[in-house]
């Protein structure tokens, strides 16, 4: 069956770093894209970033772009999210989905705070 898990969340000051992982399994992950979505506490669903499955074209929302970085490694069945600078307003659980939203992971929590 078909299984995300994230990880690499935590507490981290602000203008700090943190990656996260998403370990896939169940289905051929070189041929989804994929996507991270973010849930800040008392709000709803932020689409984060996305990567395609051909040439690794990227999409980010204007909020985190030019400081989160998507990759994947297709060998690994895993995908990356680099986040730098990050900012108290990016505390938020963090969502790996695949392509077309049936199948998401647990999330992991990721705090910004000093």
């Known amino acids: 069956q078909v299984q995300l898990v994230e990880s690499g969340g935590g507490l981290v000051q602000p203008g700090g770093s943190l990656r996260l992982s998403c370990a896939a399994s169940?289905?051929?992950?070189?041929?989804?894209?994929m996507n991270w979505v973010r849930q800040a506490p008392g709000k709803g669903l932020e689409w984060v970033s996305t990567?395609?499955?051909?040439?690794?074209?990227?999409y980010y929302a204007d909020s985190v772009k030019g400081r989160f970085t998507i990759s994947r490694d297709n060998a690994k069945n895993t995908l990356y999210l680099q986040m730098n600078s990050l900012k108290p307003e990016d505390t938020a659980l963090y969502y790996c989905?695949?392509?077309?939203?049936?199948?998401w992971g647990q999330g992991t929590q990721v705090t910004v705070s000093s």
């Open positions: 989905a695949r392509g077309g939203w049936h199948y």
């Open positions: 169940g289905f051929t992950f070189s041929t989804y894209w």
């Open positions: 990567i395609n499955s051909g040439d690794g074209t990227t």
